[in-house]
């Protein structure tokens, strides 16, 4: 699996959207990024996927970069009940069993 | 659709003694997957169980140990406990279809918390 770089905290005031980055330089063709969040002591919760086009879901919008070394993903209106630790993977789809999880990065929003 | 389960939720042991947790995917899911998870080295990818044979194995010792039965659920064990032990073990289940990466979804448990006196 690709090694991802993200920020370790950052805020977003409620209501507003939360752009949270992802660094993933060492992509492969064939490696999907995922994103996934843990609030706090409960298991990691999935939010989205992509290849190579941005995606949307009910959740949240994931931005990759054209180059694929890069993704943003965006909560649109951010609430209390965002703030977490986001986790960006880098991984072939058949690999999920085996994730690799960084440190994530700490979203707080604050009202 | 129920979520992946596990028990229990909350365990007190001592060092030395082992402990088996369990976990049941959800139905109709073959991957279930384990996940310890300390405040000093994050998540950490244990196994990966997938019609009851071992798919995938991370770096532990051999304390660790786990296996999958016919009906997918899972459970893990961990013989002669350090303090060290003391986590947050998380299951994931996956459907690991054929219709391509949304089959591969992992849905993880509310985990199990061990402490290790």
């Known amino acids: ?13 409620e209501g507003r959207a939360a752009n949270l980055p992802c660094n993933h330089s060492t992509i492969s063709g064939n490696e ?17 996927h992509g290849l190579k086009n941005n995606e949307t879901n009910e959740m949240a919008s994931l931005i990759i970069t054209e180059d694929r070394k890069s993704s943003t993903l965006i909560l649109p209106h951010a609430t209390l009940r965002d703030t977490a630790v986001y986790y960006c993977i880098v991984r072939v ?19 | 659709k129920a979520g992946v389960t596990q028990t229990p939720r909350y365990l007190i042991k001592t060092r030395g003694q082992q402990v088996t947790l369990s976990c049941s995917p959800i139905s109709g899911h073959r991957s279930v997957s ?16 997938f019609s009851e044979t071992q798919r995938n194995k991370g770096n532990f010792p051999g304390r660790f140990s786990g296996r999958q039965f016919s009906n ?17 073990y998380l299951c994931a289940s ?8 949304y089959d591969y979804e992992q849905f993880f448990g509310p985990g199990t918390r061990l402490t290790v006196l």
């Open chain 2, 94 to 101: 996956s459907l690991d279809g054929t219709s391509g990466s």
């Open chain 1, 1 to 13: 699996d690709a090694k991802t770089t993200q920020p370790p905290s950052m805020d977003c005031a």
């Open chain 1, 93 to 111: 789809y058949t690999n999920a069993g085996k994730s690799t999880f960084g440190d994530g990065t700490t979203l707080t929003v604050k009202p």
């Open chain 2, 34 to 49: 384990w996940y310890q998870q300390t405040p000093g080295q994050g998540l950490q990818f244990l196994f990966e169980y």
């Open chain 2, 72 to 88: 997918s659920r899972s459970e893990m064990n961990v013989s002669t406990l350090e303090l060290g032990d003391s986590a947050l």
């Open chain 1, 32 to 48: 999907y990024v995922y994103w996934y969040r843990q609030i706090h002591s409960q298991g990691p919760q999935y939010i989205i």
